[in-house]
């Protein structure tokens, strides 16, 4: 079946150091691959997509590369801010027929010290 | 900007009690999710719509759940009775049809506390 697998948490970065949020999956045919953010107490934001391989998202200094050969779609940043810590999660989502529910991984949280 | 909307923000109730929450999505949004956010878990979907039409309810557990969309635009998520695993986030999301991927914009959640 599909599924989305990404690292666990917490990761405790400090400001502008580097980030890297691994994510892959599991999936037949060819899903979209997304990531969504939640900041305490409110729901999901979309962050980034991309819906086909090589495909690079990016909004707001985060990038991240759909991988097919290695099922990958990992989250960067270059620089990270206080403002940035919140929870991110990687999600798959496959068109086509009726139903094109996002299938999400468990959610790494990033907390970000100044 | 154009905005899902959800209510109640948070619930508690009590076991065996009955609960209803409200979505209403993006306007001109043809389809409609529910989804079930248990804590430090990603949302899993629990329903989804298209207009009036229920088009994926297998993860709904109907002994208890229900769900409606009797107009195509706002939706009731009903637990009756509610048990104390039924605490968790309940988000509600819409998207537009057409071409390409279709973006999922999700509201603010209900937060379901049952003692």
């Known amino acids: 079946g599909n599924s989305v697998t990404q690292m666990e948490g917490p990761v405790t970065l400090s400001e502008e150091a580097f980030l890297t949020i691994n994510c892959t999956y599991t999936?037949?045919?060819?899903?979209?691959l997304f990531w969504y953010v939640q900041y305490p107490g409110e729901g999901l934001q979309l962050l980034l997509k991309?819906?086909?391989?090589?495909d690079k998202g990016s909004n707001k200094g985060f990038e991240a590369t759909y991988r097919k050969e290695t099922t990958s779609f990992h989250l960067e940043k270059g620089s990270v801010q206080v403002s940035d810590s919140a929870v991110y999660f990687c999600?798959?989502?496959?068109?086509?027929?009726?139903?094109?529910?996002?299938?999400f991984g468990t959610g790494t949280l990033l907390a970000v010290q100044p | 900007e154009a905005e899902v909307a959800q209510s109640p923000r948070y619930k508690i109730t009590e076991k065996s009690q009955a609960v209803a929450f409200w979505c209403d999505p993006i306007?001109?949004?043809?389809?409609l999710y529910w989804y079930r956010q248990i804590l430090g878990q990603g949302p899993e979907l629990l329903v989804q719509?298209?207009?009036?039409?229920?088009?994926?309810d297998s993860q709904l557990p109907k002994d208890r759940f229900s769900a409606e969309r009797l107009k195509g635009v706002d939706s009731t998520l009903k637990i009756q009775p509610a048990e104390l695993g039924d605490s968790a986030m309940y988000l509600c999301?819409?998207?537009?049809?057409?071409?390409?991927?279709?973006?999922?914009?999700f509201g603010p959640g209900t937060r379901l506390t049952v003692t």
């Open positions: 999301a819409s998207s537009s049809t057409g071409t390409g991927a279709y973006e999922q914009y």
């Open positions: 719509f298209q207009d009036e039409s229920v088009v994926d």
């Open positions: 999936a037949t045919g060819y899903p979209s």
């Open positions: 999600a798959l989502s496959r068109y086509g027929g009726a139903t094109n529910k996002l299938i």
């Open positions: 306007s001109g949004h043809a389809t």
């Open positions: 991309a819906t086909k391989a090589d």
